[in-house]
T-cell receptor
Framework: GDSVTQMEGPVTLSEEAFLTINCTYT??????LFWYVQYPGEGLQLLLK?????DKGSNKGFEATYRKETTSFHLEKGSVQVSDSAVYFC???????????FGKGITLSVRP | DAGVTQSPTHLIKTRGQQVTLRCSPKSGHDTVSWYQQALGQGPQFIFQ???????QRGNFPDRFSGHQFPNYSSELNVNALLLGDSALYLCASSRGTGDNSPLHFGNGTRLTVT
Protein backbone atom coordinates (compact mmCIF):
# COMPACT_ATOMS: atom_id res chain seq x y z
CA GLY A 1 0.00 0.00 0.00
CA ASP A 2 0.87 3.66 -0.10
CA SER A 3 3.11 5.07 2.60
CA VAL A 4 5.03 8.22 3.49
CA THR A 5 8.18 8.32 5.59
CA GLN A 6 9.40 11.51 7.22
CA MET A 7 12.66 12.13 9.00
CA GLU A 8 12.59 11.83 12.78
CA GLY A 9 12.11 14.98 14.78
CA PRO A 10 11.80 17.32 16.47
CA VAL A 11 13.88 19.93 14.71
CA THR A 12 15.05 23.09 16.45
CA LEU A 13 16.62 25.91 14.45
CA SER A 14 17.67 29.48 15.01
CA GLU A 15 15.87 32.21 13.11
CA GLU A 16 17.23 32.70 9.55
CA ALA A 17 18.70 29.18 9.45
CA PHE A 18 18.25 26.92 6.41
CA LEU A 19 15.60 24.23 6.71
CA THR A 20 15.40 20.81 5.10
CA ILE A 21 12.77 18.25 6.08
CA ASN A 22 13.10 14.91 4.33
CA CYS A 23 10.16 12.97 2.92
CA THR A 24 10.15 9.78 0.89
CA TYR A 25 7.19 7.80 -0.35
CA THR A 26 5.98 4.47 -1.65
CA UNK A 27 2.97 4.48 -3.92
CA UNK A 28 1.16 2.54 -6.61
CA UNK A 29 0.77 4.59 -9.72
CA UNK A 30 1.74 8.23 -9.92
CA UNK A 31 0.89 10.13 -6.78
CA UNK A 32 0.35 13.81 -6.20
CA LEU A 33 2.50 15.03 -3.32
CA PHE A 34 1.72 17.57 -0.63
CA TRP A 35 3.13 19.34 2.38
CA TYR A 36 0.65 20.34 5.07
CA VAL A 37 1.37 22.51 8.11
CA GLN A 38 -0.41 22.40 11.46
CA TYR A 39 -0.06 25.35 13.80
CA PRO A 40 -0.79 24.82 17.51
CA GLY A 41 -4.49 24.33 18.16
CA GLU A 42 -5.40 24.45 14.50
CA GLY A 43 -6.26 22.07 11.70
CA LEU A 44 -4.09 21.27 8.73
CA GLN A 45 -3.33 23.84 6.08
CA LEU A 46 -2.04 23.02 2.63
CA LEU A 47 1.44 24.51 2.29
CA LEU A 48 2.35 23.38 -1.22
CA LYS A 49 1.85 20.57 -3.69
CA UNK A 50 3.26 18.97 -6.84
CA UNK A 51 1.32 16.73 -9.16
CA UNK A 52 3.95 15.24 -11.45
CA UNK A 53 7.63 14.39 -11.60
CA UNK A 54 10.06 17.34 -11.55
CA ASP A 55 7.31 19.77 -10.55
CA LYS A 56 8.32 22.23 -7.85
CA GLY A 57 5.72 23.39 -5.38
CA SER A 58 6.35 26.65 -3.55
CA ASN A 59 4.60 28.89 -1.04
CA LYS A 60 5.62 31.36 1.69
CA GLY A 61 9.31 30.78 0.93
CA PHE A 62 9.01 27.00 1.21
CA GLU A 63 9.85 24.78 -1.75
CA ALA A 64 9.71 21.07 -2.55
CA THR A 65 10.53 19.24 -5.78
CA TYR A 66 8.84 16.00 -6.85
CA ARG A 67 11.71 13.55 -7.46
CA LYS A 68 10.39 10.37 -9.05
CA GLU A 69 13.82 8.74 -9.34
CA THR A 70 14.42 8.97 -5.59
CA THR A 71 10.71 8.91 -4.61
CA SER A 72 11.28 11.99 -2.51
CA PHE A 73 9.63 15.34 -1.84
CA HIS A 74 11.93 17.16 0.59
CA LEU A 75 10.77 20.49 2.03
CA GLU A 76 13.23 23.40 2.10
CA LYS A 77 13.29 27.01 3.19
CA GLY A 78 16.25 29.30 2.92
CA SER A 79 15.61 31.38 6.05
CA VAL A 80 13.14 30.26 8.70
CA GLN A 81 11.21 32.57 10.99
CA VAL A 82 9.83 32.09 14.49
CA SER A 83 6.35 32.09 12.93
CA ASP A 84 7.28 28.92 10.98
CA SER A 85 7.21 26.92 14.21
CA ALA A 86 4.61 24.21 13.59
CA VAL A 87 4.17 20.54 12.71
CA TYR A 88 4.84 19.66 9.08
CA PHE A 89 3.26 16.68 7.34
CA CYS A 90 4.19 15.16 4.02
CA UNK A 91 1.29 13.43 2.23
CA UNK A 92 0.28 11.81 -1.03
CA UNK A 93 -2.80 10.98 -3.06
CA UNK A 94 -3.05 8.32 -5.74
CA UNK A 95 -5.75 7.41 -8.17
CA UNK A 96 -9.07 9.07 -8.78
CA UNK A 97 -9.75 9.94 -5.19
CA UNK A 98 -8.81 12.52 -2.62
CA UNK A 99 -7.82 10.17 0.20
CA UNK A 100 -4.58 11.47 1.70
CA UNK A 101 -1.88 9.23 3.13
CA PHE A 102 0.20 11.16 5.66
CA GLY A 103 3.60 10.77 7.19
CA LYS A 104 3.98 10.98 10.97
CA GLY A 105 4.81 14.67 10.90
CA ILE A 106 7.75 16.57 12.29
CA THR A 107 7.73 19.38 14.81
CA LEU A 108 9.78 22.43 13.88
CA SER A 109 10.71 24.96 16.55
CA VAL A 110 12.44 28.17 15.52
CA ARG A 111 14.07 30.20 18.27
CA PRO A 112 14.74 33.95 18.01
CA ASP B 1 -16.64 32.81 3.64
CA ALA B 2 -16.69 30.27 6.46
CA GLY B 3 -14.25 27.45 6.17
CA VAL B 4 -14.78 23.97 7.52
CA THR B 5 -16.39 24.09 10.94
CA GLN B 6 -16.44 21.25 13.44
CA SER B 7 -18.27 20.79 16.71
CA PRO B 8 -17.68 20.32 19.51
CA THR B 9 -14.06 21.42 19.88
CA HIS B 10 -13.44 19.18 22.87
CA LEU B 11 -15.26 16.17 24.25
CA ILE B 12 -14.69 13.78 27.15
CA LYS B 13 -16.39 10.39 27.12
CA THR B 14 -16.20 7.17 29.10
CA ARG B 15 -15.27 3.79 27.69
CA GLY B 16 -18.25 2.02 26.15
CA GLN B 17 -20.15 5.22 25.41
CA GLN B 18 -21.11 6.50 22.00
CA VAL B 19 -20.12 9.85 20.47
CA THR B 20 -21.25 11.97 17.52
CA LEU B 21 -19.02 14.59 15.94
CA ARG B 22 -20.26 17.15 13.44
CA CYS B 23 -18.81 18.90 10.43
CA SER B 24 -20.00 21.64 8.11
CA PRO B 25 -18.01 21.84 4.88
CA LYS B 26 -16.62 24.94 3.30
CA SER B 27 -19.13 26.81 1.15
CA GLY B 28 -19.29 25.28 -2.33
CA HIS B 29 -17.87 21.94 -1.23
CA ASP B 30 -19.87 18.73 -1.54
CA THR B 31 -17.46 16.06 -0.29
CA VAL B 32 -16.52 15.40 3.30
CA SER B 33 -13.71 13.20 4.60
CA TRP B 34 -12.89 12.27 8.17
CA TYR B 35 -9.44 11.62 9.62
CA GLN B 36 -8.23 10.43 13.01
CA GLN B 37 -5.02 11.95 14.34
CA ALA B 38 -3.57 10.20 17.36
CA LEU B 39 -1.10 12.11 19.49
CA GLY B 40 2.26 12.42 17.75
CA GLN B 41 1.01 10.74 14.57
CA GLY B 42 -0.15 11.80 11.16
CA PRO B 43 -3.86 11.79 10.32
CA GLN B 44 -5.35 8.45 9.28
CA PHE B 45 -8.19 8.34 6.75
CA ILE B 46 -11.47 7.03 8.18
CA PHE B 47 -13.97 7.51 5.34
CA GLN B 48 -15.29 9.87 2.71
CA UNK B 49 -18.85 10.91 1.92
CA UNK B 50 -20.15 12.21 -1.35
CA UNK B 51 -23.78 12.50 -2.48
CA UNK B 52 -24.83 11.21 0.94
CA UNK B 53 -23.03 7.91 0.46
CA UNK B 54 -19.84 6.48 1.88
CA UNK B 55 -17.48 6.36 -1.11
CA GLN B 56 -14.22 5.18 0.43
CA ARG B 57 -13.26 3.71 3.75
CA GLY B 58 -9.96 3.35 5.53
CA ASN B 59 -8.90 0.58 7.88
CA PHE B 60 -11.30 1.35 10.72
CA PRO B 61 -13.77 -1.02 12.42
CA ASP B 62 -17.52 -0.86 11.95
CA ARG B 63 -17.79 0.99 15.27
CA PHE B 64 -16.95 4.03 13.16
CA SER B 65 -19.87 5.14 11.03
CA GLY B 66 -20.95 8.30 9.37
CA HIS B 67 -23.63 10.18 7.58
CA GLN B 68 -23.89 13.00 5.11
CA PHE B 69 -26.95 15.22 4.93
CA PRO B 70 -28.53 16.89 1.87
CA ASN B 71 -26.83 20.18 2.83
CA TYR B 72 -23.46 18.34 2.62
CA SER B 73 -22.79 18.50 6.35
CA SER B 74 -21.63 15.30 7.97
CA GLU B 75 -21.52 13.37 11.21
CA LEU B 76 -19.03 10.85 12.51
CA ASN B 77 -20.34 8.35 15.03
CA VAL B 78 -18.20 6.09 17.16
CA ASN B 79 -19.83 3.34 19.23
CA ALA B 80 -18.46 1.36 22.15
CA LEU B 81 -15.63 3.81 22.72
CA LEU B 82 -12.19 2.47 23.60
CA LEU B 83 -9.33 4.28 25.28
CA GLY B 84 -7.48 4.04 21.97
CA ASP B 85 -10.13 6.16 20.27
CA SER B 86 -8.75 9.20 22.06
CA ALA B 87 -7.51 11.45 19.28
CA LEU B 88 -8.06 14.62 17.30
CA TYR B 89 -10.75 14.00 14.68
CA LEU B 90 -10.37 16.13 11.60
CA CYS B 91 -12.97 16.83 8.99
CA ALA B 92 -11.92 17.90 5.51
CA SER B 93 -14.07 19.07 2.65
CA SER B 94 -13.52 19.36 -1.08
CA ARG B 95 -15.37 19.94 -4.30
CA GLY B 96 -15.80 16.51 -5.88
CA THR B 97 -13.69 13.47 -5.17
CA GLY B 98 -10.82 13.73 -7.64
CA ASP B 99 -7.19 13.80 -6.56
CA ASN B 100 -6.87 17.40 -7.74
CA SER B 101 -9.63 18.57 -5.43
CA PRO B 102 -7.72 20.30 -2.65
CA LEU B 103 -8.84 19.42 0.85
CA HIS B 104 -9.72 22.10 3.39
CA PHE B 105 -9.45 20.98 6.99
CA GLY B 106 -11.34 22.06 10.05
CA ASN B 107 -9.65 22.65 13.39
CA GLY B 108 -10.79 19.28 14.66
CA THR B 109 -12.58 17.80 17.65
CA ARG B 110 -10.38 16.61 20.48
CA LEU B 111 -11.94 13.43 21.90
CA THR B 112 -10.70 12.06 25.20
CA VAL B 113 -11.93 8.64 26.33
CA THR B 114 -11.44 7.84 30.01
Amino acid sequence: GDSVTQMEGPVTLSEEAFLTINCTYTATGYPSLFWYVQYPGEGLQLLLKATKADDKGSNKGFEATYRKETTSFHLEKGSVQVSDSAVYFCALVTGANSKLTFGKGITLSVRP
Amino acid sequence: DAGVTQSPTHLIKTRGQQVTLRCSPKSGHDTVSWYQQALGQGPQFIFQYYEEEERQRGNFPDRFSGHQFPNYSSELNVNALLLGDSALYLCASSRGTGDNSPLHFGNGTRLTVT
